[in-house]
């Protein structure tokens, strides 16, 4: 996958975190965690605390452009800076098996959108850009997982999940 300079996917892709509905594989307590990692991620984001949100990477995270974590929290902090009423919605995930070395990687699509509020996109149903990120993850040795690396690009309504998009349906009816 390859992304487009640093739009509104810089911060997705941090998100990328960020982001699953549905476990479908691993250890239940594993998928929990995981899912709770990727929650906080997104609530951290929405709440512009790019550094809470920097505590959710591995030391020697990279991303698919060479970015590490300083180089992100850069990234992440100009984009939440140059923008208001930023709005990430999670959409589709897809995870894969946890394996027994402590890491996991997730494939998931988001919408993010920034500006007017919420209600006024839900009315004009614009549901922002959406995104697809990979994003691979390990387990500390205190049991916490953190992500390691993250890719993503932007696509269309048409490539999205078919999971995603019945989510997206939910949240602006009509679409």
């Known amino acids: 996958m390859t992304g487009r300079g640093v739009r509104p996917a810089a911060i997705a892709a941090v998100l990328a975190a960020v982001l699953f509905s549905t476990p479908h594989c691993g250890k239940p307590s594993d998928m929990s965690a995981i899912h709770a990692l990727l929650e ?34 850069r990234l992440i902090t100009d984009y939440l800076d140059r923008y208001r009423g930023i709005v990430i919605h999670l959409l589709g995930a897809r995870v894969g ?69 019945d989510i997206l349906k939910k949240l602006f009816p009509g679409l």
């Open 40 to 73: 906080k991620s997104v609530a951290l984001a929405g709440n512009k605390d790019a550094r809470g949100l920097m505590e959710f990477f591995a030391p020697d995270y990279v991303d698919f452009t060479g970015r590490d974590p300083a180089g992100t929290l």
């Open 97 to 165: 098996d946890v394996g027994p070395d402590g890491r996991a990687s997730v494939e998931c699509e988001v919408s993010l959108s920034h500006g007017a509020a919420e209600v006024l996109r839900k009315l004009i149903r614009y549901s922002g850009e959406y995104y697809r990120f990979r994003i691979d993850l390990r387990k500390s040795e205190r049991g916490e997982w953190r992500f390691t690396y993250a890719e993503w690009q932007s696509i269309g309504l048409a490539a999205l999940f078919p999971e995603s998009l």
